[in-house]
């Protein structure tokens, strides 16, 4: 083992901003990397309403002196408990190409993992409603905010590791053409048969009262869904409060029945991918223009979120929001659409066969019995 590696625990408010800023420096160079805003990041580590049911502890791997890699663990005891499982994740790892600094901080990881846990799996953070997945297919893209970008010698490593594939997650970029007859049809139907009805906001505020009824249907529509863990009242206002102030009304749809239940949700936000590189990690002094820009004028939209309750699942009616989204797209300019990433053995991405469409991404999470 290189002894010039040096591995140091995350403890100081200063550790926490070079844990931040270490994948803005290992990605300098590359065209791909989207960089998340920095003030975000640290409300994340410091103040996520998560830390309330999560153990969680970060290291940074210094080589000669300079930092080299970092890595978080983190122990869900909410997850472990609802799964009846013992296991601890690792996230927010990023490393050079150098086998033994991803050596070594996955055995720091595991060896604190072990004095709990009979399995380690990631990449996530404190649910799917984060960051997860290794990218492993779609290297030469930029991606959308939501998502990771990592470089390819990350897969290689891990699985030298001894990780093993759990899930594979898709994501699809779309061609915005005008609404396939099938689907308007499709839609007529549907609205005709089961008598519900898409609602539209006339302001933000009117948006933001439904806002957590989106999220309650959320939690009872992602509930069987791989590292899902439902969402408490505290989560549900850090989420909105922290991603509300980007997303346009005309961009948010709720399907309500005929007793104006809301019974199914879909989310999305232009692209702000670019916007965030040019900003590169920082709203100021002139981060907060480039997303404005993006917010006002674009050509891409990225679909967050979509959502339907159980008792409606496989009735169709995610046609609704399909079909009025296709037609606001349009009329916004908007020429592609970015999927949220599905897992692949979800049948719902099939939809996407009806549009012109494509897989862009293809990220995997693994899992290590320890």
Known sequence: MNKNIEIKEVVTNKDIRLFIQFPRKLYSNCPYYVPSLEADDITTLKHHPAHAFCDMRMWLAFKNGKIVGRIAGIINHKYNAIQNKKRIRFGWFDAINDYEVFQLLFQTVEKWGKEVADAISGPSRFSNMEKQGLLIEGFDKIPPIPAEYNYPYYANYIEKLGYQKEVDYLQYRVKIKATPSKIKEL????????????????????????????????????????????????????????????????????????????????????????AFQKA?????????????????????????????????????????????????????????????????????HKIWNKYESEITFKRRCYVKQL
Not at 282 to 289: A, H, N
Not at 291 to 309: E, F, H, R, S
């Open 280 to 348: 590169k990690g920082k709203l100021f002094p002139f981060g907060w223009y480039h997303i404005l820009k993006a917010i006002k004028k674009n050509t891409i939209v990225d679909m967050y979120l979509t959502g339907l309750v159980p008792a409606w699942s496989g009735t169709g009616i995610h046609i609704l929001y399909h079909s009025y989204l296709n037609d606001v797209f349009i009329k916004k300019g908007f020429v592609y659409a970015d999927t949220t990433q599905q897992l692949e053995d979800n049948t719902a």
């Open 187 to 274: 839609n007529n139907y549907i609205t005709s048969k089961y008598n519900v009805r898409l609602k539209k906001f006339s302001n933000k505020k009117e948006m933001k009262h439904y806002a957590k009824l989106m999220f309650d249907a959320l939690n009872k529509s992602y509930k069987d869904i791989y590292n899902f863990i439902p969402l408490e009242d505290k989560e549900i206002d850090f989420i909105i409060k922290n991603n509300f102030s980007f997303i346009d009304k005309d961009l948010v749809t709720v399907l309500l029945d005929k007793n104006d239940e809301l019974i199914g949700f879909s989310l999305c936000v232009p692209s702000l991918s670019k």
